[in-house]
């Protein structure tokens, strides 16, 4: 695992993580640790609205599809 060193971090941030800590059972290094990886967890219910928006907004075109037209180009 790789360590990650923060400096300088204000005194009320440190105190507000070590309360945020105390409420979930954990100590101040797992609350920490768990903040990144929350960050760059994929939330997949949004992910599917997200996806489903963009379909709603960009519907499927009519005609050959970017990878028809590739395979086509590359065969000439």
Known sequence: MVQLLL?????????GLARQAAEHGRSLDEEVREIPSRAVRVDR???RALAAEFHARYPRREGPSGLDVLQNDRSR
């Not at 971090?9 to 440190?14: G, K, R, S």
């Open 7 to 15: 400096q300088e971090v204000d005194e009320h941030v440190v105190r």
């Open 45 to 47: 219910s949004r992910a």
